[in-house]
């Protein structure tokens, strides 16, 4: 484990010792190796062995698997490469794996609440406390790391007796009983770890609360340190700048800006929902002085283009909120055919919508259903309907006629 001995190594010599077999890569074993792998919270290190592309690093039986993207030639073993961890990005978890030390030890002493989860992701880090904090709360502790931060503190690495282990102020209670290596903040936090770290917090640079929400009984913090958090206000700079420029403001007037224009937006929708509304009323008062009068059941053949399924459909409903409609509504949408078949509550059980679906629609692939009063579906591509709507209205003239003899010897009795 020679990454403990020296974090800022990212360059040596090793021999391969074995080249794994896994599922989709190879793993290298190496005689000696700086890449941390992956554990404790800490993603494992990338770069390079031999010219080989790592893309993570792992313990397995004890050993350090070096993972490669491509197949490894055996030929190799034996023989001493070049191996070489991606810098920039060990810099950045070293950052952010302190910085979730210091901030963790911020948060017990300011408000007792102790870290009960920790994760370290590609561009942030989270951390679990077991109580909850007020916004204020979150302000407290941002300061307090950040002004521990460019305290520039010595970051120590200890491995203690087991008398000695005892002595100190541990923040938290080692998982390992043997080989125990703790992590001293100089006179800050002591905790217990087997991870990389900055000789100082003034490595950390900066340390940035991104947002929290409740996490069990306590808070989840997500926050980034140093090269992190120059990346997030590097996006957050470049999306500003695209804005002033979308808008021709300035940057301290871009989020005054958006919420008057989300205003704006919101009355312009309720506008055009009045409007949508004021038009679908006109084309049904028209479509109303159109249709077949089947012994008195009013049948509307309804054929719309360029219109979805919710407009037919809110269409066909206004039509049939009238007596003794019933509409027979199908419209293109995009390579579809909507189809819609409605009728009013007083049209009775005789004429059954979802049947009449069924029986003129679902042959022809037709996907849909409903029940008596109304039945909705639909066909990918476009259909004619005309055909249909015709055998639909001869049906509709046979049944009316039924109807309207039962409805006679009612009103007789």
């Not at 690093?57 to 023989?79: C, F, P, R, Y």
């Not at 300035?250 to 008057?260: G, P």
């Not at 990918?380 to 409805?407: C, P």
Request: hydrophobic share 35%; charged share 25%; glycine share 8%.
């Amino acid at each position: 484990m020679k990454y403990l001995d020296n974090q800022y190594i990212n360059e040596f010599n090793a021999v391969i010792l074995e080249v794994r077999k896994l599922k989709n890569n190879n793993g290298i074993i190496l005689n000696e190796t700086y890449f941390y792998p992956e554990g404790g919270g800490q993603p494992g290190d990338r770069g390079s062995i031999n010219g080989y592309v790592i893309i993570d690093t792992l313990t397995e039986d004890g050993k350090t698997l070096h993972i490669t993207a491509d197949s490894v030639d055996t030929n190799h073993i034996g023989q001493t490469v070049e191996c070489k961890i991606d810098g920039k990005r060990r810099l950045a978890l070293m950052q952010q794996h302190t910085g979730q030390h210091l901030l963790s030890s911020c948060a017990e002493k300011l408000f007792d609440a102790a870290t009960v989860g920790f994760h370290i992701g590609d561009d942030y880090v989270t951390i679990d406390l077991d109580k909850k904090l007020t916004t204020d709360d979150i302000s407290k502790l941002e300061i307090m790391a950040n002004d521990t931060i460019w305290s520039n503190i010595e970051v120590l690495a200890h491995y203690p007796t087991e008398d000695e282990l005892g002595r100190l102020p541990l923040r938290k209670q080692p998982k390992v009983t043997k080989d125990i290596r703790v992590i001293e903040i100089k006179d800050f936090d002591f905790s217990p770890c087997g991870g990389t770290h900055t000789k100082t917090t003034a490595e950390i640079g900066i340390l940035k609360i991104k947002k929290t929400e409740n996490y069990k009984t306590g808070v989840r913090i997500e926050f980034v340190c140093g090269l992190f958090a120059l990346d997030v206000f590097t996006k957050q700079n470049q999306i500003i700048s695209e804005l002033m420029q979308i808008y021709s403001v300035q940057d301290h007037e871009v989020l005054d800006f958006a919420k008057n224009n989300l205003e704006q937006v919101k009355t312009l929708k309720k506008e055009i929902l009045l409007l949508e509304e004021e038009l679908l009323d006109q084309s049904v008062n028209t479509i109303l002085s159109n249709f077949e009068d089947f012994e008195g059941i009013k049948v509307v053949k309804l054929s719309e283009e360029n219109t979805g399924m919710n407009n037919l459909r809110k269409k066909c409903s206004k039509i049939c909120s009238n007596s003794n409609f019933i509409v027979i509504g199908t419209s293109s949408d995009t390579n579809k055919t909507n189809i819609v078949l409605s009728k009013s509550q007083n049209i009775p059980n005789d004429i059954d919508m979802n049947g009449l679906f069924k029986s003129y629609f679902a042959p022809l692939g037709c996907k849909g259903g409903g029940n008596s009063s109304s039945s909705q579906g639909g066909y990918d591509g476009l259909l004619n309907t005309d055909a249909i709507i015709d055998e639909i209205e001869s049906y509709m003239e046979r049944i009316s006629e039924k109807i309207n003899l039962i409805r006679q010897q009612t009103m007789a009795n």
